[in-house]
């Protein structure tokens, strides 16, 4: 940042006083804590588990029916959807199926229940989703199967900092592999070799570039941002910038929606300097791949990533999955033929591929919405 820009900072923090703070009562983390308490249906207190599950930039685009006993239903919000980013909805889709994962151990932690999963009953839709369901779950008295990770959840984040230089060994990173050795359908990889995690750095940062120079895509990823305490607190979803410094820079000017999307700026050039620290301090990449790219196919990757980064939460590592290079626009195709070439030469669609390393700072877990504004009415 250049210094006037510091200054503006400091000099700004009679307005970050007085506009920073989050309306009063009003805390966008609070399903967070003490998840389903007070919760008399067992369905409703292991949803309040499952709005925690990681999804693309936090759109948490989730429709629960409840109408029918012993089962849940889940449907997409068509208005929270990313069509520039995400045009057939597959990454949406993947983040389906790490609710859907994390409701099944819910289930069984929390109520006792065993589950049985119908995956889209009513067919799956292409190329986009519809308003069909993407799942129902059927709950049962008996059989419930023990979740050995589940109690990783609360502490479970999707770190996008920069990342301490403390190399992972290869023993370290096979401890994520195990997480989903139950789960078909998926391959799941994992790196800590030099070589390609300095070819790895490099092409997923050019897939960052090229997004932040692709103007549709850039503009929908910061239209789904939220800048300060205040309008974190009032939009608690998408991508969250509310530590103390973003606020005050928010709160003086510098750091905008607006001054984000536009090249040459500050704030502009700062984010781009900030991905590109994360990606070189990677430790290594973790990628799952499917056969095809059915959308049962997406669901299942979705549980395999929510179960690996419950693993990372477990043996102290961090996790940040990185996607622009897997988009399916036309701007990407070189970075999307680049990593396909060289992380699934046999063939197969990588679903996700994620950074792994030591985290350098504890962070918050992302807001979310909360149980009541994710259930259809009746």
């Keep these: 940042m250049q210094r006037r820009d510091f200054i503006r900072v400091l000099g700004g923090g009679a307005i970050f006083a007085a506009t920073g703070c989050a309306p009063a009562g009003v805390d966008p983390r609070a399903a967070w804590v003490d998840p389903g308490a007070g919760e008399t249906d067992v369905r409703r207190k292991a949803l309040s588990w499952a709005i925690l599950a990681p999804n693309p930039h936090n759109m948490q685009p989730w429709i629960v029916d409840l109408s029918v006993p012993d089962q849940i239903t889940l449907y997409i919000d068509r208005t929270r959807l990313l069509p520039v980013t995400d045009p057939f909805n597959r990454q949406i889709t993947i983040g389906c199926g790490g609710f859907l994962e994390l409701l099944i151990m819910a289930l069984s932690e929390r109520g006792g229940l065993a589950s049985t999963v119908e995956l889209f009953p009513e067919g799956e839709a292409h190329p986009v989703l519809d308003d069909r369901p993407l799942f129902r779950v059927s709950t049962h008295p008996q059989g419930a199967t023990p979740a050995p990770l589940f109690g990783n959840v609360l502490q479970r984040r999707t770190n996008r900092g920069p990342f301490t230089n403390r190399e992972v060994d290869q023993a370290a990173a096979s401890n994520l592999l195990g997480a989903f050795k139950s789960l078909e359908g998926v391959a799941c990889n994992v790196t800590t070799a030099p070589d390609r995690i300095a070819r790895l750095r490099e092409l997923v940062y050019r897939g960052a570039h090229i997004e932040a120079h692709t103007p549709p895509a850039h503009h929908e990823s910061v ?73 049962a196919e997406q669901i299942t990757a979705g549980r395999a990533y929510l179960l690996a980064n419950l693993a990372a939460t477990k043996f102290g590592l961090a996790m940040h999955p990185w996607s622009q290079g897997l988009q399916e626009y036309a701007t990407q195709k070189p970075v999307y033929d680049a990593l396909h070439k060289d992380l699934a030469p046999g063939g197969g669609r990588i679903q996700m591929l994620a950074r792994i390393g030591y985290p350098k700072a504890e962070i918050p877990p992302a807001p979310r919405r909360g149980l009541a504004a994710q259930l259809r009415k009746v």
């Design 223 to 295: 239209e789904r941002t939220f800048i300060g305490a205040r309008d974190v607190a009032l939009h608690p979803w998408g991508v969250s910038l509310d530590q103390p410094v973003m606020t005050a820079m928010n709160a003086a000017g510098i750091l905008t929606k607006s001054k984000m999307a536009t090249p040459g700026t500050t704030a502009f050039k700062e984010s781009l300097k900030f991905l590109k620290t994360a990606a070189d301090t990677s430790q290594g990449f973790l990628w799952i791949t499917t056969a095809a790219d059915t959308r």
